[in-house]
């Protein structure tokens, strides 16, 4: 490899190799590109390694260890249910290990240079990527920075010992006895509730006025139900002040209704949002990179950052910190490098919590749309008079369907409830494909399945539900 002075050739540097940076390298070698891929860690990111994937897979060990604790309601009983957390611990760290070497094994099918380091902007062209053994020299036509984000860490909880981000809360040592987590957002509920079910005395505490702050009440609501039922404390409207550890246990004081309370337990799990990875020795203050105050890169409708041959993706750009969202954007600027008109438009990202129900949204929510100047109809279906609800044993939630009222058009959905993760997938589509509420009422939706609740939400709006009774 060159180390001094002399420059390598390549069309495009991806800085980042995690779900944006792996999705734009190779969408670019499809569309002709030589590419070089460079990350300090680990090909899939925070969100193979350390976020969405291990999360999800401790999560669905969790389900199945309640599942089968509570098996009686379908006429079966399980005896000596336990759990053996290293062999939990295995089988996430199983499923992690295929995914990442399968990014691994699409770079090199698609011809990708891959290089474990850091890279360091020299010049608007050039760059040098870097580790303990070499630091070669590159010269690029066009770059796509996709670094990512990291935990937010608070002056006050200062990770260590006892006192955990998210990455560590994956892989504590042992089911803790007792947990407090600092944060009500999707993380804090999804992590927080994921150890609730492994039998966890779990506390939140939430500054705003309920957990999921970012959610109508009703979908919140049916969750916090949930974490209670399992001795979960919920402490809302609270601002935590402090923490001290022992080798054994932490004490947070926390401040709610102008009084001062403590709560001590085995760990405490700090998730109070994350902070884009733009600082360091990347060196986008050299070359001029126009940013917010918030450290985030500032992008047009094309991912072009204020140097036009260079774009920004996912976690560092404006907009929810999303997987999802990094590779949808991945692909737009891998194909407008590649000279093709694409742009991005954002009406159409789902989020999703895996809370327990489900949550998911996408599109408007009511109050949106009549912020938007639309004439607002809406469609609310139970689960829990759905057949294939019924017959798994977990019926509680709904489909909500926002739609205009004078043309039907469909403008947003959103589901509490089992497998709303997957459920959301059909109604992106509508809305993308300007569905109206009558062409979702007349999709035949196979029975009996989760699916035919947004036929019955698409009735419901029309005014002539079949399964319910009409007032």
Known sequence: MVVGDASLDIDLLVIGAGPGGYVA?????????SVLVVDKQYTGGVCLN??????????????????????SSFGITASDVKVEWNKVQAFKDGVVKKLTGGVGALLKANKIQFFSGEAMFINENEARVFNEQEAPRYRFKHCIIATGSRPIELKAFPYGGRIVSSTEALSLPEIPKSLVVIGGGYIGVE?????????????????????????????????????????TEIVTGAQAKSATQTEND???????????????????LVTVGRRPNTDGELGLDMIGVKMTDRGMIETDHQCRTSIPHIFAIGDIVAGP???????????????????????????????????????????????????KGHNVKVGKFPFNINGRALSLG???????????????????AQIAGIEASNMIAELGLAIEMGA????????????????????DAAEMALGHPIHAISK
């Not at 500054?207 to 916090?224: E, H, K, R, T, W």
């Not at 932490?250 to 405490?268: F, H, I, P, R």
């Open 436 to 455: 109206t509420l009558e062409d979702i009422a007349l999709t035949i939706h196979a029975h009996p399945t989760l699916g035919e609740i947004v036929l």
């Open 250 to 268: 932490v004490t947070v004081t926390y401040t709610v209704n102008g009084e001062d309370k403590q709560v001590t337990a085995d760990y405490l």
């Open 321 to 371: 910190a999303l997987a999802h969202k990094a590779m949808y954007e991945g692909r737009v600027a891998a194909e407008v490098i590649a000279g093709q008109p694409s742009t991005v438009d954002y009406k159409c990202i789902p989020l999703v919590v895996f809370s327990d129900p489900e949550l998911s949204s996408v599109g408007y929510s009511e109050k949106e749309a009549k912020e």
């Open 50 to 71: 350390v976020g969405c994937i291990p999360s999800k897979a401790l999560i669905s060990a969790s389900h199945q260890y309640e599942s089968i604790s509570h098996a």
């Open 191 to 231: 992590l927080g509730q994921m150890y609730a079910r492994f039998g966890t005395k779990v506390t939140v505490i939430e500054g705003s006025d309920q957990i999921l702050p970012g959610f109508d009440n009703d979908m919140s609501s049916l969750v916090a139900k949930k974490l209670k039922a399992s001795k």
């Open 394 to 412: 977990v019926n509680e939630g709904f489909v909500k369907l926002i739609a205009d009222a004078d043309n039907g058009l469909l403008l947003g």
């Open 25 to 33: 390298a190779i969408r670019a070698a499809q569309l002709g590109q």
